[in-house]
């Protein structure tokens, strides 16, 4: 049979499939826990497509929009396993949401910028959007601002574009992670995995991936350690305290990193 007709008779198939019954986060608590690789098989049988997704400090955050109940899925992963999974908002996953009275469409749901909204629910300390329109407003253009890494330009003194502007450049640094900084045709080796991890797996990390030990220093009860890595040009400084890897950085010059 001719792919074409083969093509179509599968699509063909797939229109005529009954849809997957939908089920909201609520339902889904079987999944916690759950590796992540089998759970997404699961969300996708439940009636769910994958929208979009990206990197916390400690997890991964994905959404899963379902086009029968109108329905975006929050899911955050752990250490390869699901930790949460939670309702997510329509603008999560690049929906459009409509007002209660369905006259207009949401802010959250909306276009902002000329685009759709670049920060998620979980971007938010709290793991929610604001209910204020003008300060979701306000802290979707701080976001955008610090992703792209654009000046702060914070004109109306708001408190939401200073927080959306803070987790824009978290975000930057965590999708960056790779980068050194520096051009070149090496490659530069991924650090921003390491922050939260155990401090003696993390400095094992280091050596397996290049870096040397150059320097270390303590402050109290918190330890520096400064690594250089010769074939990538990186000096990097590693802060740890209780047993882990507090914050890890690109510095830009250190007297050891030779």
Request: hydrophobic share 30%; with cysteine.
């Amino acid at each position: 049979m001719p792919f074409v007709a083969v093509l179509s008779v599968s699509i063909a198939a797939g229109l005529a499939a009954p849809p997957a019954h939908a089920q909201r986060a609520s339902q889904m608590s079987d999944l916690v826990g759950a590796k992540a690789g089998q759970a997404e098989g699961s969300i996708i049988d439940r009636g769910y497509v994958y929208i979009t997704g990206h990197s916390g400090s400690n997890s991964k955050h994905s959404y899963y929009w379902n086009a029968r109940s109108k329905n975006c899925l929050h899911v955050e992963t752990r250490d390869g396993r699901y930790s949460s999974v939670t309702d997510g908002t329509p603008a999560d996953c690049n929906q459009a949401a409509k007002s209660s009275n369905g006259a207009a469409a949401a802010i959250i749901g909306a276009v902002v910028l000329g685009a759709v909204l670049a920060h998620k629910s979980s971007h938010h300390d709290n793991g929610a959007h604001y209910a204020n329109t003008a300060d979701e407003e306000q802290y979707e253009r701080g976001f955008y601002d610090g992703q792209q890494n654009h000046s702060y330009h914070n004109y109306d003194r708001s408190d939401s574009y200073a927080s959306g502007y803070q987790a824009g450049v978290d975000q930057r640094n965590r999708d960056s992670g790779y980068h050194s900084g520096r051009g070149g045709y090496a490659q530069a080796q991924r650090i921003s995995d390491l922050q939260g991890s155990d401090s003696i797996s993390a400095i094992d990390a280091m050596s397996s991936r290049g870096f040397a030990n150059v320097d270390s220093f303590d402050s109290g009860n918190t330890q520096y350690g400064i690594f250089w890595n010769r074939n990538t040009r990186q000096c990097v400084q590693m802060t740890m305290a209780d047993g882990q890897v507090y914050a890890i950085q690109t510095l830009d010059s250190h007297p050891k990193c030779r």
